[in-house]
């Protein structure tokens, strides 16, 4: 029977807070601090990047998509400089692994999500997703909180560099993006202008070029023709994230939801995933623990 996409939008909502800890849980930040990776977005760009090995910026840029060019060229090949791209790998998982037994994840819990992911990424289609792919190419850990951490940040990433490929054959660029996700609610704009670099004049620029489009209206907000697209972007995003479950029967995904909503739970409650994040996540998703509503 044919899967919805909207099981890869409750997926997501699943997998990004236990993959997030490497971004916001205080053992991340001081395993990224001590390589000496100066400030946050620093150790950011060099652990989220180290997979890809030490290219040039304007390589994670593209990669990144919606980060200001500046902002990335600010942390590499400085990072480099400071400590290479297999220590950041080696910082990013023994952190992850700290911050998620900290939340109160057993390895039997993580094994179980693990395995089913292992066997659903094996086979996945690296096509059009250099993070993904660069990711897959890492040994899969052997502990298996590693695994838990390693298999949501694969499928984080296949979801991210279909989401590029769909804005891309949208037309609109990664700074565009931030300024359409803000007028849809997703997020608010201040926030999403702190966390991705803008100034007012940069935001009046992106939103001046939405609005020839017909995107959004004088005030800034979506039209019919914006809010159409918006939702296109979202629910193409989902259908082309969903072939990653594809080598799993039915079961088998009823069995990964309900392995690993409880874990996201544990790390939610545990406090370091901010309630809002640039993500825009859903967490009234964790009421349940199937592949569709209760």
Not at 155 to 179: K, Q, T, Y
Not at 205 to 218: F, I, K, P, V
Not at 233 to 242: K, N, P, Y
Request: hydrophobic fraction near 45%; glycine fraction near 8%; include cysteine.
């Amino acid at each position: 029977m044919p899967r919805n996409h909207t099981i890869a939008r409750r997926l997501h909502d699943r997998i990004e807070p236990v993959h997030a800890v490497t971004y916001f849980a205080p053992e991340a930040r001081a395993a990224l601090d001590d390589l000496g990776y100066r400030g946050f977005w620093m150790g950011y760009v060099a652990a989220r990047s180290a997979p890809l090995g030490a290219v040039p910026a304007e390589v994670v840029t593209a990669a990144f998509y919606n980060f200001a060019p500046e902002r990335v060229a600010k942390a590499l090949p400085a990072a480099w400089d400071v400590a290479p791209p297999a220590a950041a790998l080696r910082a990013r998982q023994e952190s992850a692994v700290a911050a998620l037994r900290r939340c109160g994840v057993t390895d039997d819990e993580a094994g179980a999500v693990a395995d089913l992911g292992a066997k659903a990424l094996a086979g996945a289609d690296v096509g059009g997703r250099p993070l993904f792919a660069a990711n897959r190419a890492l040994d899969w850990p052997d502990e298996p909180l590693a695994r838990l951490w390693h298999t949501t940040t694969l499928l984080r990433e296949h979801r991210g560099d279909g989401h590029v490929a769909v804005l891309v054959a949208e037309g609109v660029s990664g700074r565009e993006c931030n300024v359409l996700h803000a007028a849809a609610g997703g997020v608010s704009e201040e926030m999403i202008k702190r966390s991705r670099d803008y100034d007012d004049a940069q935001w009046a620029h992106h939103q001046s070029a939405l609005r020839r489009r017909g995107l959004l209206d004088d005030r800034g907000e979506l039209t019919v023709s914006g809010r159409e697209l918006k939702q296109r972007i979202e629910e193409r995003t989902d259908a082309v994230a969903l072939p990653a479950l594809d080598a799993l029967a039915d079961d088998e995904v009823e069995a990964l939801f309900a392995a690993l909503t409880p874990i996201t739970r544990k790390v939610v409650a545990a406090g370091d995933i901010p309630a809002v994040t640039p993500m825009g996540l859903n967490r009234d998703y964790l009421d349940d623990e199937g592949v569709q509503p209760a």
